[in-house]
């Protein structure tokens, strides 16, 4: 079965430093992985995913991961943070394998920004 | 805007009760998917449905149940309603459901209160 782990529940940053939320994976087959972001009272934006091409993706609003096999990670990172990305971030799964792909969440890692 | 709509917004309503929640997918996708996000639980996949029909199955409890119909909009009702139903609830749809991580797209979310 898929699951993945957000090491992180709380991550705190000054404005204009990077960010790094971190996620680990696990899964049977070659993993579809994805990055959310949930911003307060609002729906769940797609910022990034990985399939299977290049290892590492770049998403929205200067967000990207990259895919680690060996580590089995896919952490998210943005080389420098702004007020409005604050929210709660979450790491995705999917079975790559499977006709049905319901998709399996991290717990959110939830990012502060400190002006 | 993902193009995914849910109505109602918000519900508040009583032990035991019954409610039904409604989503529309985007313009020309197939599958729908329902997830309930909680503070203890976080977020978990419920029920898949495919152009009318029951795909997958997460962790719905039997007092949930959910259906698609011809015109591809689809209904969660939750049945006997307890205080730990409270929740944000998400639809999300893709095209097709493919073994190749298909992007879905989530709709606002209902959120509902359980008294």
């Known amino acids: 079965a898929q699951s993945v782990t957000q090491l992180d529940s709380h991550v705190s940053v000054s404005e204009g430093t990077p960010v790094l939320l971190r996620c680990n994976y696990s899964?049977?087959?070659?993993?579809?992985l994805f990055w959310y972001v949930q911003h307060p009272n609002k729906g769940l934006q797609l910022l990034l995913k990985?399939?299977?091409?290049?290892?590492l993706v770049k998403g929205i609003n200067g967000f990207e991961a990259e895919f680690k096999k060996s580590e089995t990670s896919f952490h998210l990172t943005k080389p420098s943070a702004h007020m409005s990305d604050a929210a709660e971030y979450f790491c995705?799964?999917?079975?790559?394998?499977?006709?049905?792909?319901?998709?399996?969440f991290g717990k959110g890692t939830r990012l502060s920004v400190i002006a | 805007d993902s193009g995914v709509t849910q109505t109602p917004k918000h519900l508040i309503t009583a032990t035991g009760q019954r409610v039904t929640l409604r989503c529309s997918p985007r313009?020309?996708?197939?599958?729908v998917y329902w997830y309930q996000q909680s503070l203890d639980q976080g977020l978990q996949f419920l029920i898949q449905?495919?152009?009318?029909?029951?795909?997958a199955k997460g962790n719905i409890l039997e007092r949930f149940s959910a259906q698609q119909f011809p015109d591809l909009h689809s209904e969660l009702n939750l049945s006997s309603l307890e205080l730990g139903d409270s929740a944000l609830y998400f639809c999300?749809?893709?095209?097709?459901?493919?073994?190749?991580?298909?992007?879905?797209?989530f709709g606002p979310g209902t959120r509902l209160l359980v008294l």
């Open positions: 990985y399939t299977s091409a290049a290892t």
């Open positions: 313009s020309g996708d197939l599958s």
């Open positions: 899964s049977s087959y070659s993993p579809s």
């Open positions: 995705v799964v999917s079975d790559r394998s499977s006709g049905n792909t319901p998709l399996v």
């Open positions: 449905y495919y152009n009318g029909e029951e795909r």
């Open positions: 999300a749809s893709s095209p097709v459901p493919r073994g190749d991580g298909e992007t879905q797209y």
